[in-house]
């Protein structure tokens, strides 16, 4: 992905089950409004330093940077096996990474400000990530909600890794910093917001139920609540 000085780089076959991309946003370009998306990335920026920032439940803005931005962005439920954090501690918050790896962190920060290309950081960044477990059943659970943008029962996937619903909604809390009905609906959000990107004449009722929402008045209800905007306001400035 290009868009607007932004790009998107797949990481190493090895790293694929944990991160779902790796990323840079060039030096010069605007503040850029970002939206819920089920993940939590590293930041690094030259004025802003390495910082964690959790999923969020709602839009934020990130504003230009002289530099640019580069960063790592986890899939959902994965991160928690790097950072050793609760995520739910830091839900919609960035936070210096230092904060949670100490010397690790400032050691990485230090190795990005020295990266003398956009690729260089890249690789600084995927050293620093070699899995250090395999995938957990919870996490194989939450990556399954999230591939089916929520449309999956969650008894069954309580039944499937032998949890109450009550134990999972706790531990997808740690894991990803919402609970598995608010990460339904961000999945659900953000595979809209993909339909709209490829759509040109859009079709909102028939979207609205291609996407799992009862209906259109769900979907408007849904997107202006991750968004601050309607979904044809979305898709007009996308055009």
């Excluded at 839009?59 to 002289?66: D, I, L, M, N, Y």
């Excluded at 918050?93 to 230092?98: G, T």
């Excluded at 990005?112 to 070699?130: F, G, K, S």
Aim: hydrophobic share 40%; proline share 4%.
């Amino acid at each position: 992905m290009d868009v607007g000085g932004y790009r998107e780089f797949e990481p190493a076959p090895e790293l694929t089950p944990w991160i779902e991309c790796f990323w840079v946003q060039a030096a010069g370009a605007n503040a850029t409004c970002v939206l819920p998306d089920t993940c939590i990335d590293f930041v690094f920026s030259n004025s802003g330093g390495l910082q964690l920032v959790g999923t969020m439940t709602e839009p934020r803005v990130f504003a230009a940077e002289e530099d640019g931005f580069v960063g790592v962005r986890f899939r959902a439920g994965a991160a928690r096996s790097f950072v050793g954090l609760a995520a739910n501690e830091f839900t919609d918050k960035a936070i210096p990474l230092a904060d949670v790896w100490g010397t690790q962190a400032r050691s990485l920060e230090e190795r990005l400000r020295n990266a003398r290309t956009e690729q260089d950081a890249i690789v600084c960044l995927a050293t620093q990530l070699a899995p250090v477990t395999e995938y957990s059943p919870i996490q194989r659970a939450i990556a399954h909600l999230t591939r089916r943008a929520g449309e999956v029962r969650l008894d069954d996937s309580c039944r499937l890794i032998g949890l109450s619903l009550r134990q999972f909604r706790r531990v997808c809390l740690e894991q990803t910093g919402v609970s598995p009905k608010q990460l339904a609906r961000i999945a659900r959000f953000r595979r809209l917001c993909s339909r709209i990107a490829m759509v040109r004449e859009i079709d909102w009722s028939a979207q609205a139920a291609e996407c799992g929402y009862y209906d259109q008045s769900h979907m408007i209800h849904d997107f202006r609540e991750f968004s601050g905007q309607s979904p044809n306001q979305y898709a007009a400035r996308r055009a």
